[in-house]
T-cell receptor, first 107, second 114 residues
């Protein structure tokens, strides 16, 4: 079965502290994974994709096929990082989204 | 157009009434998705259209929900006999052929059933 799991519904982190948003997937093929973000009053948008291997707004995500994970990380949280984050998998026939994690950056 | 457009932005309706929500995808995008975001909740998949294939309706919560996509472009999500639990933000997204999981989302329609 194709599945994306984000185990944390809410994650609160102090400003300046490291952030790690967890994502695990289940997929039999070669996965393509994405992180999407939704800031307050803005539309849901792509943050990064694993094939780009880029850092966006200080965030990175490494695909770990052994652990079937694609965790999103940032070394030092900023207040503007507060948002809803979704992990997504390009499945066999459609995109599979996780349930999302709300990241709350504490001052 | 420049992006995925949804209308109306907000809709308040009385319980029991039917509503139609519209989505204009990016021109040339072959796939179209509908999702629902209830207050404080994540994305709930509703339905998926891909080209001329039969839509994937596996996420529709009840037979009160239906959607169609005319001419491979504009899509309408219809909710019949609305209930208070239908209150949510309904999101539409489209993708271009060959781009897999790269989706572009609309701003959503906030539906309130009173």
């Amino acid at each position: 079965a194709q599945r994306v799991t984000q185990p944390e519904k809410l994650l609160s982190v102090f400003k300046g502290a490291p952030v790690e948003l967890k994502c695990n997937y289940s997929y039999s093929g070669s996965p393509e994974l994405f992180w999407y973000v939704q800031y307050s009053r803005q539309r849901l948008q792509l943050l990064l994709r694993h094939i780009s291997r880029e850092s966006i707004k200080g965030f990175t995500a490494d695909l770990n096929k052994g652990e079937t994970s694609f965790h999103l990380k940032k070394p030092f949280a900023q207040e503007e990082d507060s948002a809803m984050y979704y992990c997504a998998l390009d499945g066999d026939d459609k995109i599979i989204f996780g349930k999302g994690t709300r990241l709350h950056i504490l001052p | 157009g420049a992006g995925v457009s949804q209308s109306p932005s907000n809709k308040v309706t009385e319980k029991g009434k039917d509503v139609e929500l519209r989505c204009d995808p990016i021109s040339g995008h072959t796939a179209l998705y509908w999702y629902r975001q209830s207050l404080g909740q994540g994305l709930e998949f509703l339905i998926y259209f891909q080209g001329n294939s039969a839509p994937d309706k596996s996420g529709l919560p009840s037979d009160r929900f239906s959607a169609e996509r005319t001419g491979g472009s504009v899509s309408t999500l219809t909710i019949q006999r609305t209930q208070q639990e239908d209150s949510a933000v309904y999101l539409c997204a489209s993708t271009r052929a060959g781009t897999g999981g790269l989706a572009f989302f609309g701003q959503g329609t906030r539906l309130t059933v009173v």
